[in-house]
């Protein structure tokens, strides 16, 4: 069972990205074209296909010979969606109370998942720099990507609530490791989906994928779904 035509190359990672230096990990060595990782369960071989263009497309194809559209830049925020707003002394004491005043989420078992999802999620970062002309973006401060990773431990499911189209889930995901990142959240969303009894959890989690540049195939989750 495969998720295309495209012949497979087994790889030491299922995630990697072209035009990368000899110096970086051997993941990011690789062409971005597509990538395909083979699964063998029992006697029966099962294809997982990932799909990766480093552009962040909307549109992604797992064929080359198919025309992707060229990513647009961001919408602005969704109208009514919950907004986060945390400054220098949240992100300094890694406090998460202004996120759950605003979602009314305080442990991972609370929140109205369906209501979540139709409202979506954003951040506003008022962070001030010490040297006003660091040139770094708010993605490679240490301490603001520390405030976001505690969030993501304590609420791994949060991608799928965030305001995807005013490049909300980019930006979360930049905040920490990309590859890894999209994986661990295919999964996790996912599962989350599913236990809250959401329509098409497999078509949500594909899209979040997409949003950042990654197909999934279908196989993976076949994968999924055989483990208790």
Request: proline share 10%.
């Amino acid at each position: 069972m495969a998720a295309s035509t495209r012949p497979l190359y087994p790889l030491p990672c299922p995630l990697k990205q072209s035009t990368a230096p000899s110096s970086t990990p051997p993941w990011n060595q690789y062409s971005s074209s597509t990538i395909n990782s083979r699964v063998v369960q029992s006697q029966r071989p099962v294809s997982v296909s990932v799909s990766f263009n480093p552009s962040g497309n909307f549109d992604i194809s797992l064929f080359d010979d198919e025309e992707t559209s060229k990513a647009p830049p961001p919408l602005p925020p969704t109208e009514g969606r919950y907004e986060v707003v945390i400054d220098n002394d949240i992100i300094n004491r890694l406090d998460l109370t202004p996120f759950h005043n605003a979602t009314g989420i305080t442990s991972p078992s609370s929140g109205k998942p369906k209501e979540l999802l139709e409202r979506s999620i954003g951040f506003t970062i008022n962070y001030i720099r010490e040297d006003e002309y660091d040139p770094r973006e708010l993605s490679e401060f240490p301490d603001i990507r520390l405030w976001f990773v505690r969030l993501d431990a304590m609420y791994p499911w949060l991608p799928v609530l965030l305001d995807w189209r005013a490049g909300e889930l980019a930006r979360y995901a930049a905040m920490l490791a990309l590859e890894l990142f999209v994986m661990n959240k295919v999964f996790v969303v996912y599962t989350w989906l599913k236990q809250n009894e959401i329509p098409m959890p497999r078509l949500k989690a594909k899209d979040m994928a997409r949003m950042l540049g990654f197909g999934i195939g279908d196989e993976l989750f076949d994968l999924v779904d055989k483990i208790k």
